[in-house]
């Protein structure tokens, strides 16, 4: 696997599932980040991870929670969430915060 | 209050002209911007940077121009092809604090064979 590989690519939850996103990037970067786009809105910063350490958290409701066990992987789990939380999540790595950010494919969730 | 802003959400181009496709940014902080471009189905894919710095950085068919007085930058893409058709996203980066990326609503390019 090369550069940043996202799953699963499509995901459909109900309001009470739990679930969870997987990113891996491949690239030996540092930093790793977490976006959520939705129709016709810019790409939403959601986390940011330098070193395995939360540097950022945007104001994200609690029922998205993050984890990145090292530089390589970072997870977000879902829980208990809303339709409005549809959307197209992204993950991104870079060589240090602020660099040029490689994105993965991202994962299409439908919250019903 | 949106920082970066990609004022047209979509342009139509015949190939073998000329693209361009702007971006306006309300932020005087900004001290590096970015082009990315993006397929369906896919992520984000770096295309092209400039350093506040410049007002001109080239790499083959693409051009990025910086008007910092103005606070505006363009991609131009000379000729255009088919396959750059996608959606072109613009960004920039905040130097104080934590060096993030704040993102245009994208352009949707479509070229014309």
């Known amino acids: 696997e090369t550069g940043v590989t996202q799953t699963p690519r499509h995901l459909v939850m109900g309001m009470t599932n739990k679930k969870s996103l997987k990113c891996e990037q491949h690239l030996g970067h540092n930093a790793m980040y977490w976006y959520k786009q939705s129709a016709k809105k810019p790409l939403e910063l959601m986390f940011v991870?330098?070193?395995?350490?939360?540097?950022e958290n945007n104001s994200v409701p609690s029922r998205f929670s993050p984890e990145c066990p090292n530089s390589s992987h970072l997870f977000l789990h879902l829980h208990t969430l809303q339709p409005e939380d549809s959307a197209l999540y992204l993950c991104a790595s870079s060589q240090d915060q602020g660099n040029e950010q490689f994105f993965g494919p991202g994962t299409r969730l439908t919250v019903l | 209050d949106q920082q970066v802003k990609q004022n047209s959400p979509s342009l139509s181009v015949q190939e073998g002209r000329i693209s361009i496709l702007n971006c306006d940014y309300t932020?005087?902080?900004?001290?590096?911007f970015l082009w990315y471009k993006k397929y369906p189905a896919e992520g984000p894919t770096f295309l092209i940077s400039?350093?506040?710095?410049?007002d001109k950085n080239e790499d083959g068919r693409f051009t990025v121009f910086l008007n910092k007085s103005a606070k505006h930058l363009s991609l131009h893409i000379v000729p255009s092809q088919p396959g750059d058709s996608a959606v072109y996203f613009c960004?920039?980066?905040?130097?104080?604090?934590?060096?993030?990326?704040?993102f245009g609503t994208g352009t949707r390019l479509t070229v014309i064979p």
């Open positions: 932020n005087s902080m900004f001290d590096y």
């Open positions: 400039i350093s506040s710095i410049k």
């Open positions: 960004a920039a980066r905040d130097q104080t604090g934590a060096n993030n990326l704040f």
């Open positions: 991870y330098n070193f395995k350490e939360q540097t």
